[in-house]
């Protein structure tokens, strides 16, 4: 095994920019061997040493990697598939064992929740693009080849381009929802970025392939014309598919528009893609729905930050980008997120900062109750505008499902208060509820964590549009690679 150039020359940075690259480094680190093939505890102990100089890390976290590094990184046997963090390896990243899978393009790629639904599936990206500098650098370092698929890029660059000819028999997208979202219909309806469905349309189109998946609202249906009139200029049956993630099982109530467009040049193909796509819908097993409690009650408890701007605090009582973690028995719903294996990094658990006032509303407002309760209505801020915030703030309930889960927690997390903990849910928490597994590490400062999940298509919903995908494909022989 190969030990990296940086195995002993990190260098201590203290702004947050680049906390996230030594974070990277050090796990990485950890994980290798010395030049001549044999385990070096010291290694470990050289990065151990320069994260537990950096101020608020945990310092247990050196000692739960150098474990690791003993128990997978030996000579005689190197178990880099059994590693709980391979993802972070570059000798875990070129043992992934990538067999031949079915490939295919994700426009509006973001940090990969769409992607990792259909790899799941066997389907592997040939091609993924997004213009979000952060979410790029997450999907790609959450692939396990090497320098991933994700490309930082303006989709209008690589519609038109004709390299995408015949990369790969399917193409999916997740366009910007603004345009299409209910939320504020003024600012939708002079949003440009409506247009982007004709941009991921004329790539279909360049690509030539034999299926186009297209997620977004339920207001993405006013383009229904423009795509329909699409398929029938260039012989595609297009069909819909309303899917809510609390019906396959995600503990949240996240309903999502799913466009397929299917290849049919003849009457006879027409007919034969419209009962394949029947009878594959008749097949989704609707399972009961997971209450938020099965998705997140072993995360250790945290307490917000009361300062602003204290991204570098990390510490036990506000959370950590990075630390070793000891959860409890696993719920069914997170059993089947880590393929059944306890969880022993916890990454992104990290609270958001709340100022007095919105504190103290976290804290009166009791689970199930939202901006008009009368708990905080003498110190409610816009109960003036009543009928305009009603929803502002929202508690969560253990027994039900979580709101839809949205980009807006960059900004804040109203809507999104813990069940018993007086401030909002961390981006772990939200990747959970979105069906992100515990080995998934979101790269970028806090809040961009927040967005790259807001923003993302859940794996777990994302599965199930690549089953009916999957089996699309099938009538061209496109799965029997």
């Not at 920019?17 to 061997?33: F, H, K, L, P, Y």
């Not at 490309?151 to 910007?176: H, M, N």
């Not at 609390?246 to 419209?274: L, M, W, Y």
């Not at 400062?445 to 690549?466: F, K, L, M, T």
Request: proline share 5%; with cysteine.
């Amino acid at each position: 095994m190969k030990v990296p150039s940086n195995a002993t020359g990190l260098s201590l940075l203290g702004d947050r920019a680049e906390a996230d690259r030594i974070i990277e480094q050090a796990v990485r680190s950890c994980q290798t061997t010395r030049g001549n093939g044999s385990y070096d505890p010291r290694d470990a102990e050289r990065v151990y040493f320069r994260m537990t100089r950096r101020p608020g890390h945990p310092r247990s976290i050196g000692r739960a990697l150098t474990q690791i590094a003993r128990r997978f990184c030996k000579e005689a046997e190197i178990s880099c598939a059994a590693c709980p963090i391979r993802q972070f390896c570059e000798t875990g990243r070129s043992n992934s064992n990538e067999h031949p899978a079915v490939p295919f393009i994700d426009l509006f790629c973001g940090a990969g929740g769409f992607s990792l639904g259909f790899e799941a599936l066997g389907f592997t990206p040939a091609l993924s693009i997004d213009h979000d500098p952060s979410a790029v650098r997450t999907y790609n370092f959450n692939r396990l080849t090497s320098g991933g698929h994700g490309i930082l890029a303006d989709i209008e660059d690589v519609a038109y381009d004709t390299s995408l000819r015949g990369l790969a028999p399917l193409i999916i997208g997740g366009p910007p929802c603004q345009p299409f979202s209910m939320a504020n219909r003024q600012r939708a309806a002079s949003d440009q970025r409506d247009r982007l469905i004709d941009v991921f349309l004329h790539a279909t189109m360049t690509s030539q392939a034999k299926v186009f998946v297209i997620e977004n609202v339920a207001g993405v249906r006013q383009r229904e014309e423009v795509i329909k009139s699409f398929g029938e200029r260039v012989g595609y049956v297009i069909f819909q598919r309303e899917i809510n993630a609390s019906d396959v099982g995600v503990p949240q109530n996240r309903n999502r528009t799913f466009i397929f467009g299917v290849k049919a040049k003849t009457c006879a193909q027409h007919s034969e893609v419209e009962a394949t796509f029947l009878r594959l819908l008749s097949e989704q097993r609707l399972l009961l729905k997971t209450a938020l409690r099965d998705a997140i009650r072993d995360l250790p408890a945290l307490r917000a930050p009361y300062q602003s701007n204290a991204t570098v605090a990390d510490s036990e009582t506000v959370g950590f980008a990075v630390a070793p973690f000891h959860g409890g028995t696993l719920s069914q719903y997170t059993e089947m997120l880590n393929g059944g294996k306890n969880p022993q990094f916890l990454f992104n658990h990290r609270a958001k900062y709340l100022n007095g006032r919105d504190r103290e509303i976290y804290r009166l407002l009791r689970p199930g109750e939202k901006s008009d309760a009368d708990s905080i209505a003498h110190i409610m801020p816009y109960k003036h505008r009543a009928h305009l915030f009603r929803d502002k703030f929202y508690r969560l309930k253990w027994t039900d499902v979580s709101k839809t889960i949205t980009a807006h927690m960059y900004y804040d997390c109203h809507m999104y208060i813990h069940p018993t903990q007086a401030r909002g849910l961390t981006p772990r928490e939200a990747a959970r509820i979105q069906g992100f597994p515990d080995s998934y590490f979101f790269v970028g400062r806090p809040n961009e964590w927040y967005r790259q999940i807001g923003n993302a298509v859940s794996p777990i919903v994302a599965g199930e549009v690549a089953r009916i995908a999957h089996g699309l494909l099938a009538l061209f022989g496109e799965t029997d690679r």
